[in-house]
C-alpha cells in the first residue's frame, strides 16, 4: 500500500437519490464516505499526493479526491463536507458549460426523469420504442441513449439530446453547472481547479486540431478566470485506447499540464505515467463496502495505458 495512490472520481453530490444516477452520491453519503477516509486514510490534494508519491515519500492508505465537469452540486454540498473534515479535492471543469449550460448527457437524464408516459417513440435517433413503466426499465433504456449517442461527434449529439427533450416536452434545467463566480469561490477555498477540454468531447472521436483546441482552451480559460495555474486536467470518458490515445497525452504534456487522469481502474504508483494517472470510483452504499474498495485499489495490478 506504501508509495500508491487511490484516486477517487466523482461527478455529482445529489440532495436525494436518483434511480437514474446510481453512480452519483447523495450529501449524506459523501459525507461519511468523507469521514471514513479523514478516519482510515491519509488524504492528501491531487497535486501534493502526486509530487509525493513521485519522490517517495506517500505514507500507506493515501487518497485523493477529484470531481468531474464541474456541477453547482460540488460547490453547494460537496465544498461544505469538505471543509467539515478539512480535506481538500480537484474538481476538473469543462468551461463550455459553466454559466447556465447543460451537458448532453443531463439533458438525455432530465428527460427521462420527467417523462409521464408508459412508453416513449425515440424513432428520432434510430431506437424505437422504449419501456419506461418501472424504474428498471426506464434506467435500461436511458442507458441505450447515452450509449448510442456517446461517441457521435459533439454537435451531432447534443442535437439528438435536445431532440429528446423537445419530443417529451422537457423543462430543462439551466443551474447543474457552476458559474463562474462559484468556480473562483472553490478555488479560493483551497479546491484545487483542474481542466476537462471546453465542451467535453470524447477526444478520440474529433481530429488532432480540435482535440488540441478543446484541450488547451480549457486551460487558458480557466487560467483567466481565476489568474492562477491549471495544471491538472482529466481525459473525458477516460478510458486508454477508447477515448483517448497517444496523441492526446502528448497534447497535454505539451500543453503545460504538470499532471492528468483517466478512467483506468485502480491506484497509480510511483512508475506509471504521470499524465494517465488511473482512479476508482466509489459507487458502494454502505462504509464497509466502500473502505473495502478503496483498500482493494492498493492491490490491484496496474491497468492497461497508452505508450
Not at 107 to 131: K, M
Not at 235 to 255: E, L, M, Q, S, W
Not at 273 to 290: G, M, V
Request: hydrophobic share 40%; proline share 5%.
Amino acid at each position: 500500500m506504501r508509495n500508491r495512490l487511490a484516486i477517487l472520481m466523482y461527478h455529482r453530490v445529489l440532495n436525494a437519490p436518483d434511480v437514474l444516477r446510481p453512480w452519483d452520491v447523495t450529501a449524506d453519503m459523501f459525507d461519511w464516505q468523507v469521514r471514513c477516509l479523514s478516519r482510515w486514510f491519509n488524504v492528501f490534494s491531487l497535486g501534493e499526493g502526486v509530487r509525493r508519491l513521485r519522490e517517495g515519500t506517500l505514507p500507506s492508505r493515501a487518497v485523493s479526491i477529484t470531481f468531474d465537469d464541474g456541477y453547482a452540486d460540488n460547490y453547494e454540498l460537496a465544498l461544505p463536507v469538505l471543509q467539515r473534515y478539512g480535506v481538500s479535492a480537484t474538481v476538473f471543469v469543462a468551461p463550455g458549460y459553466i454559466n447556465g449550460g447543460r451537458m448532453w448527457n443531463d439533458t438525455v437524464i432530465e428527460s427521462f426523469n420527467s417523462a409521464t408516459t408508459d412508453f416513449l417513440a425515440l424513432d428520432s435517433i434510430g431506437l424505437g420504442r422504449v419501456d419506461l413503466s418501472n424504474s428498471k426499465s426506464r434506467f435500461e433504456a436511458l442507458m441505450k441513449v447515452i450509449t448510442s449517442l456517446k461517441y457521435l461527434p459533439p454537435d451531432e449529439r447534443a442535437r439528438k439530446a435536445d431532440s429528446l427533450a423537445a419530443s417529451i416536452g422537457t423543462k430543462l434545467p439551466n443551474n447543474l453547472m457552476m458559474t463562474n463566480e462559484q468556480v473562483i469561490e472553490l478555488h479560493r477555498s483551497g479546491v484545487e481547479i483542474g481542466a476537462h477540454t471546453v465542451n467535453h468531447p470524447i477526444l478520440a472521436k474529433v481530429d488532432d486540431a480540435s482535440a488540441r483546441k478543446e484541450i488547451i482552451d480549457s486551460k487558458l480559460y480557466l487560467e483567466n478566470l481565476l489568474a492562477a495555474p491549471v495544471t491538472t486536467f482529466a481525459f473525458p470518458n477516460g478510458r486508454p485506447h477508447k477515448d483517448y490515445g497517444a496523441t492526446h497525452v502528448k497534447i497535454v504534456r505539451d500543453a503545460g499540464f504538470k499532471l492528468a487522469v483517466s478512467t483506468a481502474w485502480g491506484s497509480a504508483s510511483r512508475t506509471m505515467d504521470i499524465h494517465q494517472l488511473p482512479r476508482i470510483a466509489p459507487w458502494d452504499q454502505t462504509p464497509l463496502r466502500f473502505t473495502y474498495r478503496v483498500m482493494r485499489s492498493f492491490f490491484e495490478s496496474d491497468p492497461a495505458l497508452v505508450s
